[in-house]
C-alpha cells in the first residue's frame, strides 16, 4: 500500500472512532429500551462544551497535562447528572406507548438542550487543542501523525471490547441482555428492569459525552453540533443494524474512511458520503449489517 494513504486512513479512523462513541450509545439505548432517542446529540455537544470549559479551567490552575482530565471528568458529570434525571422524569411513562410518541418526547427535550446550550454557552464557538499539543506528533516515513488522532482510534477499540466483555461476562451485562432479551421473564426472575433502563440509559449518555468531549479539540464547539451529530449517528446505527453493537463499529469505519476519501479526492461530495453509504447498505440488507427480522408483539 502507499504510503500516501496512509493519513487517509489514519484521518478515516480517527473519525470513525469520534462517531463510534456517539453511534454505539444509541444503538445500546435503543436495544435496551427500544427508544430512538433523538436527543442523542445533544449529549454529545454538552460533552464538548463542557469539555472545553473544564479543561481551560483546570489549565489555568493546573497546567495543561491536568486540563487532559475533562476530557473524563466531562463526560461523567453528564451522565451521573442528566441520565437518571431524564430517565425518571421523562422516558420512563413513554414505555410501552406508540413509537412516535416517544421520538416527539425525546425531540422536544433535544430542542430544550440546544436552547439551553445557546443561553449558558452562548453562540460564539468555543475551542481548546491543549490535548493534541501534548500529546505531540509521531513521523514515521516522513509523514507526520497526531498522537491524539491514534489514541482515539486505540480508545475506540477498548470501548467496543469493554462493552462486549462487560455484556457477556459481568453481572450487570448478564442482567441487560436478561432484559433485552424477554423483559416480562426478567421480572418474574426478580430482576429490577428500572434500574435496568437507568443504568442503560446513563451509560448511553456517557457514551454520546465521551465522544463529543474527545472531539472538542479537533473541532469548532458552536450551536448545532448536536444536530449535526444525531443526524450521523442514525446513519451509522441504521447501516449496522439498530441494537447491535459490532454493526456500529463496523459501520463507523465505514462511514470514517468514506468521509476521509471524500475530504481527499472529491471535497464537494463528503457531506452526501455517510448518507450514500447508508442507502448503498440498505438497499441490499434493509436491516443494516448485522441486524435481521425480529418478532414483535403487539
Known amino acids: 500500500m502507499s504510503s500516501a494513504y496512509i493519513p487517509l486512513i489514519v484521518d478515516g479512523l480517527a473519525d470513525a472512532a469520534l462517531i463510534f462513541f456517539v453511534a454505539v450509545g444509541l444503538t445500546l439505548v435503543f436495544s435496551v429500551m427500544r427508544i430512538l432517542n433523538v436527543a442523542h446529540g445533544s449529549f454529545y455537544a454538552l460533552g464538548a462544551y463542557i469539555s472545553v470549559v473544564i479543561g481551560l479551567w483546570l489549565t489555568g490552575r493546573g497546567g ?9 471528568i466531562s463526560p461523567v458529570l453528564i451522565a451521573v447528572l442528566l441520565g437518571p434525571l431524564i430517565e425518571l422524569t421523562l422516558l420512563r411513562w413513554t414505555y410501552g406507548r406508540p413509537e412516535a410518541l416517544q421520538i416527539l418526547v425525546t425531540f422536544g427535550l433535544f ?60 453481572r450487570i451485562g448478564k ?58 449517528a ?9 441494537g ?23 471535497p464537494e461530495f463528503q457531506p452526501v458520503a455517510p448518507y450514500l453509504v447508508m442507502l448503498a447498505v440498505l438497499l441490499v440488507r434493509p436491516f443494516g449489517l448485522f441486524g435481521s427480522i425480529g418478532l414483535r408483539r403487539i
Open 234 to 242: 442514525f446513519a451509522v446505527a441504521a447501516i449496522g443494524g439498530l
Open 175 to 232: 442482567l441487560i441482555v436478561t432484559v433485552v432479551t424477554d423483559q416480562e421473564l426478567a421480572q418474574t426472575l426478580g430482576i429490577d428492569s428500572s434500574r435496568v433502563f437507568i443504568l442503560a440509559f446513563s451509560l448511553g449518555v456517557f457514551l454520546a459525552a465521551l465522544g463529543g468531549a474527545l472531539a472538542s479539540p479537533t473541532v469548532g464547539v458552536a450551536p448545532g453540533l448536536g444536530s449535526e451529530t444525531i443526524v450521523l
Open 244 to 266: 447491535q453493537i459490532e454493526g456500529a463499529a463496523l459501520a463507523a469505519i465505514l462511514v470514517g474512511l468514506t468521509r476521509s476519501a471524500a475530504i481527499y479526492f472529491a
Open 64 to 72: 495543561p497535562v491536568l486540563g487532559l482530565a475533562a476530557l473524563v
Open 111 to 170: 430542542l430544550i438542550l440546544e436552547d439551553a446550550q445557546k443561553l449558558i454557552f452562548g453562540v460564539q464557538p468555543y475551542s481548546q487543542d491543549t490535548p493534541m499539543q501534548i500529546l505531540g506528533i509521531t513521523r514515521i516515513g516522513g509523514i507526520v501523525y497526531l498522537n491524539y488522532q491514534l489514541i482515539l482510534v486505540l480508545m475506540a477499540v477498548l470501548v467496543a471490547v469493554g462493552l462486549r466483555l462487560m455484556l457477556k461476562r459481568t
